[in-house]
């Protein structure tokens, strides 16, 4: 004699894997989205560490060249950056230093930022030769 589960627990069984079907996507979204919203925040901290490792390659020699080295010795996403030169770059003159990094973006919710570019910029003073 088999003992077969009764039409309650099947019903119970069932219910659960339709409950399961319904929620999974919604928590694999949210997933997503808590990866990418960390992930901005790491390039936004990325992007504020370049302009920093940038501006203090321009102090000592005020050119975009020197700059975008030091960028890519620092390595990590810094050196992904793209950075622009302005100001007076003459011995001491305040030089403007911009810094732009595109976010990573997760797949499915990368989406929802867009085409955002993140952006920082100090203003240093120059000690180098002019």
């Known amino acids: 004699m088999t003992m077969r589960p009764s039409r309650r627990a099947e019903g119970v ?4 894997t339709v409950e399961l079907a319904v929620v999974l ?3 694999v979204l949210l997933l997503l989205a808590v990866l990418q919203a960390g ?3 790491r390039d936004r901290l990325a992007t504020v560490h ?4 940038a501006a203090r390659a321009v102090i000592v ?3 975009p ?3 975008a080295a030091a960028l890519r010795a620092a390595g990590g996403r ?3 950056a793209r950075v622009q030169l302005g100001g007076d770059q003459r011995s001491g003159g305040y030089a403007t230093i911009t810094v732009r990094l595109t976010p990573a973006r997760v797949p499915i919710v990368g989406r929802a930022i867009g085409a955002t570019v993140l952006t920082e910029t100090l203003t240093v003073l120059v ?3 002019s």
Request: glycine share 8%; no cysteine.
């Open 13 to 16: 069984r069932g219910q659960a």
């Open 127 to 129: 000690e180098g030769p």
């Open 50 to 53: 370049a302009a920093r490792v």
């Open 25 to 27: 996507p919604v928590v």
């Open 61 to 63: 020699e005020p050119t």
């Open 65 to 67: 060249a020197a700059a």
């Open 39 to 41: 992930s901005l925040v």
């Open 78 to 80: 810094a050196a992904d």
